[in-house]
């Protein structure tokens, strides 16, 4: 997966920022299976230009989500761009609204999970 977000936020200090043009190459590649956590989901439900453009470049390509929280009209937006899953569920009801909507639930065990 080609990552999406490059720096995580604009308060991050990544040392490199990965734009559209950038991911297009990377994409084309063989490995490159689609778009890697989409983690700037008020970029995608605002409409964000150069997010929206890192989606498009994505083709028929997999995007992966990752949108805590998200749900109502915002949620219907983020998956009208075509993406497909999250990560990121905390309660059993943001899960079920996801599903509804069609994404895929993955459910990971993070070490908060064992507080």
């Given amino acids: 997966m080609v990552p999406?977000?490059?720096p995580a936020t604009s308060?991050?200090?990544s040392?490199?920022?990965l734009k559209a043009a950038d991911i297009k190459t990377l994409l084309k590649e063989p490995w490159a299976i689609g778009l890697a956590e989409m983690?700037?989901?008020p970029g995608v439900i605002q409409r964000n230009p150069e997010v929206l453009k890192k989606i498009e470049m994505a083709g028929e390509k997999r995007i992966d989500g990752h949108a805590p929280f998200l749900s109502g009209k915002g949620l219907h937006a983020y998956c009208v761009a075509r993406i497909r899953s999250d990560h990121e569920c905390t309660t059993a009801a943001e899960a079920k609204?996801?599903?509804k909507d069609g994404m895929w639930i993955m459910?990971?065990?993070g070490t908060a999970a064992r507080i």
């Fill in 4 to 6: 999406s977000c490059v």
């Fill in 11 to 13: 308060l991050e200090t």
């Fill in 15 to 17: 040392g490199a920022i």
């Fill in 39 to 41: 983690m700037n989901f």
């Fill in 97 to 99: 609204e996801k599903l």
């Fill in 107 to 109: 459910i990971r065990e």
